[in-house]
Every structure is written in C-alpha cells, then in structure tokens.
T-cell receptor, first 117, second 116 residues
Framework: DAGITQSPRYKITETGRQVTLMCHQT?????MFWYRQDLGHGLRLIYY???????DKGEVPDGYVVSRSKTENFPLTLESATRSQTSVYFC????????????????FGPGTRLTVL | AQSVTQLGSHVSVSEGALVLLRCNYS??????LFWYVQYPNQGLQLLLK??????LVKGINGFEAEFKKSETSFHLTKPSAHMSDAAEYFC??????????????FGSGTQLTVLP
C-alpha cells in the first residue's frame, strides 16, 4: 500500500539496549522527519533529512542516531535506550518543491509507542 | 526562533455547539501556520494551513481558521461540533524561507471532547 509506514507499532525494551525504529514511505518524498510526542510537549523534532545521505539535527537529537541510505527509508536508532526515551515516535515526510515553499505539508506515519523499562 | 501556545489543554463542547481552539504564535519571520488533528492511536492529519493570501482558511471537516497578524493568532473554529470531531488538535508554525519552511514547531495540543 502507498503511504508512510512505521515498524514496529509497539516496542518494549530495557535500559541500555539498542533499538531501531523503522520508517518507510512510498511517495519518493525528499524530506523525512522524526518526532517524539510526550504529554504536555506536543511533538518535538529529533532529526530530519533533506535527501539520501543528508541529515540534520532537530530540537532534541541527543541519544538518537539516524541514517538515510535510500530515499524511502529513514531509520531511527536509540544506541543505548534510557527511560526518558519512553515516548511515541512519529515519522513524517514531505516533498521537495521545484519553486516556492508553499504546500510543504508533512504526512505522518501511525507512530511507534516505545517503552523503556 | 518560533513558538506556539495553545490555550487550554482540554476543551469540552456539546454536540452542535461552536468549537473554538486557540493558538498564538511567535515568529521572527512571516509564518506559515498549520492545524493538525490526531485521532486515537493514529498519526497526525493536516486540517488546514495558511501560507499566503486569504487570511481566512477553510479546511476539511468544516473547520476553518483565521490568521490575524496583529494578534499573532490562528484560532481554529467549527460552527457545529460533531461527535466525530473528538480528537487532539495541534497548531504548528514554520518560517517562510525555503529552509525554515521545512521545520515545524508544534504547540502542546488541545484535547477536544464532544458531549452528547
């Protein structure tokens, strides 16, 4: 099916373990984003990517690593999970525009609920 | 730098009543403004957006919002609430430059409850 998918949808892990959250989009959008959603904070940007092999930090990047070897995939890795990383993680994508910047809607995946014990 | 403040983390309205969700922003550059809706266990879906042009913006499901530069506001309204409108609503802002437009800053969200 076309769209943006995330896996797994639910994950429980332990402190200190490495965890990778997957994000895949079928639209060939240039831009991809990772957010975390916490009560009272809305969504906060972790990392984003403008194209394959181009990534940049967002508001809360510490403790996370991203890569983007292919346009359609943008995995997020927690190298050593901590309890403070318990959250709901959303991946999003948007298309590059040839001219102006209007229309840069971000399309969101269904989210991954991560619990770190 | 930019920020978004959503007044009221929880709003309750009766079915058929007016829905008003408040959003104020701060931005050092002309902003682009968005409202997203999130239904339980789902991702965010765009309701409407303001980029340039008409300041009254109409979105999906009967929602609309008005950009008021003098008040730095972008409040979301719907004349008559429906039970299916119960969800969490997020206001977001980005800059209007090519680089800044890619980065959305979200408010903390408003949970809308619709009472029968």
């Amino acid at each position: 099916d076309a769209g943006i998918t995330q896996s797994p949808r639910y994950k429980i892990t332990e402190t200190g373990r490495q965890v990778t959250l997957m994000c895949h989009q079928t639209w060939s959008h240039s831009y991809m984003f990772w957010y975390r959603q916490d009560l009272g904070h809305g969504l906060r940007l972790i990392y984003y990517s403008a194209a394959a092999d181009i990534t940049d930090k967002g508001e809360v990047p510490d403790g996370y690593v991203v890569s983007r070897s292919k346009t359609e995939n943008f995995p997020l890795t927690l190298e050593s999970a901590t309890r403070s990383q318990t959250s709901v993680y959303f991946c999003a994508s948007s298309e590059r525009l040839a001219g102006g910047v209007e229309g840069h809607e971000q399309f969101f995946g269904p989210g991954t609920r991560l619990t770190v014990l | 730098a930019q920020s978004v403040t959503q007044l009221g983390s929880h709003v309750s309205v009766s079915e058929g009543a007016l829905v008003l969700l408040r959003c104020n922003y701060s931005s050092s550059v002309p902003p682009y403004l968005f409202w997203y809706v999130q239904y339980p266990n789902q991702g965010l879906q765009l309701l409407l957006k303001y980029t340039t042009g008409a300041t009254l913006v109409k979105g999906i499901n009967g929602f609309e919002a008005e950009f008021k530069k003098s008040e730095t506001s972008f409040h979301l309204t719907k004349p008559s609430a429906h039970m299916s409108d119960a969800a969490e609503y997020f206001c977001a802002v980005s800059g209007s430059s090519r680089r800044a437009a890619r980065q959305l800053t979200f408010g903390s969200g408003t949970q809308l409850t619709v009472l029968p």
